[in-house]
């Protein structure tokens, strides 16, 4: 689950200091993020900021186009299916 | 991550299914949780239904075997048997949007063709008010592996793409 944070970048120990989770475990989260593509992070100084990647977007959006054509060749099926099934 | 030009046209797709338009609707909407592909849910539950509200301005929601729901979207327009408009609120970090400005849109017609056949055309539109103008930073909070199936499916979905 997710919860959202606010605006703005925020750094790895601003983040933690938000939440009961372990620092390490809130990287260890963000890095997963990450390499799902859904964040970003870049240096700032001596600090990590973390972004959502605007390019999540367009995932969600790749991830729909594979997706609906699964959707709908399951709703073919079942509507074509006998009437009875459905009762 | 790379510069290339961020694609958030809309995605189409049609079916015909060899029903008369009203049961084409009414599969689609009234016993969507019989076709939905059922690992494709948002919850931390495994889905036990899945409902479309039968009107403008209802819920789109899953529900549990006990009772928890999450809510995928509202309702726009519900004009049996002939088209359904949807907004997709999950956002691209899979948390529930609530403000529906930020929701996609799916918008399906049913058009008959013939008395036995319809069919049916899709289209997701308006992904690009999934994105947050780069100011939000969403953070996980781990409660036993909340993550879920769907961002592992999800990933490995865009890993297939290519992405």
Same mark, same amino acid.
């Not at chain 2, 009234?30 to 931390?44: H, K, L, M, Q, V």
């Not at chain 2, 992904?127 to 100011?135: K, L, S, V, W, Y």
């Given at each position: 689950m997710f919860e959202r944070l606010g605006a703005g970048p925020r750094a790895v120990g601003e983040i933690a200091n938000d939440? /009961?989770?372990?620092r390490p475990a809130v990287s260890q989260h963000l890095k997963v993020l990450k390499d799902a593509g859904l964040v970003i992070d870049r240096q700032a100084g001596n600090r990590r900021l973390y972004e959502v990647d605007p390019s999540g977007v367009q995932q969600l959006r790749e991830y729909f186009d594979q997706f609906w054509d699964k959707a709908l060749a399951a709703f073919k099926e079942a509507a074509e299916r006998g009437n009875e099934e459905d009762r | 991550m790379t510069e290339a030009t961020m694609d958030t046209s809309a995605v189409i797709r049609d079916v015909t299914v060899a029903v008369p338009i009203q049961r084409a609707w009414d599969v689609f909407?009234? #016993?969507?949780? $019989?076709?939905? /592909?059922? +690992?494709?849910?948002?919850? $931390?539950e495994p889905m036990e239904t899945c409902v479309i509200e039968p009107h403008e301005g209802g819920r789109w929601y899953e529900r549990s075997a006990s009772g928890a729901e999450c809510e995928w979207g509202r309702v726009r327009v519900y004009d049996a048997p002939q088209r359904l408009v949807l907004t997709w609120g999950i956002a691209a970090d899979w948390t529930v949007e609530p403000d529906e400005s930020k929701h996609s849109e799916i918008e399906i017609t049913f058009t008959a063709e013939g008395g036995n056949a319809t069919r049916v055309e899709l289209e997701h539109r308006g992904?690009?008010?999934?994105? $947050? #103008?780069? +100011?939000a930073v969403r953070e996980v909070v781990s409660s036993g592996g909340g993550w879920g199936s769907l961002l592992e499916q999800y990933a490995q979905a865009t890993q297939r793409a290519g992405g």
């Open positions: 939440m /009961p989770v372990s | 909407t009234r #016993d969507f949780s $019989t076709w939905w /592909p059922s +690992a494709y849910s948002i919850g $931390t992904f690009e008010r999934h994105g $947050t #103008d780069g +100011a």
